[in-house]
């Protein structure tokens, strides 16, 4: 009997040190030259990554209207693990409060366009063993960070091969005094042309066949109907996406379970390439 409960303790101790090991977690800090500062980033790769050769894919997953680079590892700390279950670096960028991951043609110092597409891509492939092309990077996030996910990809398909959405702002004109984006773009009614052209549903144009999309949003956001357009108007156009719309609001409940959805399908899509 002791023998048995010895080796019980042992099996169990060795099943918590498993689950423990799951990520490497550090902040980046990358200098933008488009804006003249430096920007944080929260960077999780998998555990043991450092001391292999094996070069990774990677996500870049954004956060929303007055969150920040903490937001996601904070509110969903589960994205450790799944760094380490799908064996893909998690990268989280800070994209201004309320930036939209625009370049402003307003404001010459909101230049995150430039910085997520361009600078931090450049600094994360020189950091890290990532795979420095389109066919390892993906981009996702929720809200103003869904928009800048399908925005930055739609209009960068030569730096991320995949792309998603989680309750985005897809279309931005039904919102002109909302969330800030009246100051990166100017006011709607003498401003029409940035809006039109800085609204993701406007953009769809810009796609062919070999982007791969997912879009997620819940019945009971505020922005499910924009979605829901954005879903249809791909749909005449041939353009192949996935689509998922089930009960949910505008929530870190809502994102918990949306992420890993995404994660799945950007997985995929990877090991595709």
Not at 158 to 170: E, H, I, L
Request: proline letters at 4%.
């Amino acid at each position: 009997m002791t023998k048995f409960k010895t080796t019980l303790l042992l099996l169990t101790i060795h099943v918590f040190f498993i689950n423990a090991a799951i990520s490497q977690v550090d902040t980046l800090m990358v200098f933008s030259k488009s804006m003249n500062k430096n920007i944080p980033n929260m960077v999780i790769t998998p555990d043991n990554h450092a001391s292999n050769s094996e070069r990774l894919p990677v996500l870049y997953l954004l956060h929303g209207a007055g969150g920040n680079f903490k937001d996601w590892i904070s509110k969903v700390p589960l994205i450790k693990k799944y760094a380490n279950d799908f064996n893909m670096m998690i990268v989280c960028p800070d994209g201004g409060v309320t930036s939209w991951y625009f370049d402003s043609p307003i404001d010459n110092t909101m230049k995150y366009e430039t910085y997520v597409s361009t600078e931090l891509v450049e600094a994360v492939d020189k950091n890290y063993k990532s795979i420095p092309n389109k066919n390892g990077r993906a981009i996702t996030g929720l809200s103003m960070g869904g928009h800048g996910g399908l925005y930055l990809a739609f209009k960068h398909q030569d730096v991320f091969g995949a792309t998603g959405s989680m309750s985005g702002g897809v279309d931005i004109r039904p919102f002109p005094n909302n969330w800030d984006i009246k100051k990166r773009l100017g006011s709607y009614p003498e401003n029409k042309e940035n809006w039109e052209k800085n609204s993701v549903i406007n953009l769809v144009y810009l796609l062919d066949a070999d982007l791969k999309i997912i879009i997620d949003c819940g019945y009971d956001d505020f922005f499910f109907d924009d979605n829901k357009r954005l879903h249809d108007l791909l749909v005449e156009r041939n353009i192949p996406h996935d689509y998922i719309e089930r009960p949910g609001t505008h929530n870190w409940n809502y994102w918990a379970n949306a992420i890993k959805y995404q994660l799945v399908f950007f997985n995929d899509t990877f090991k595709r390439q």
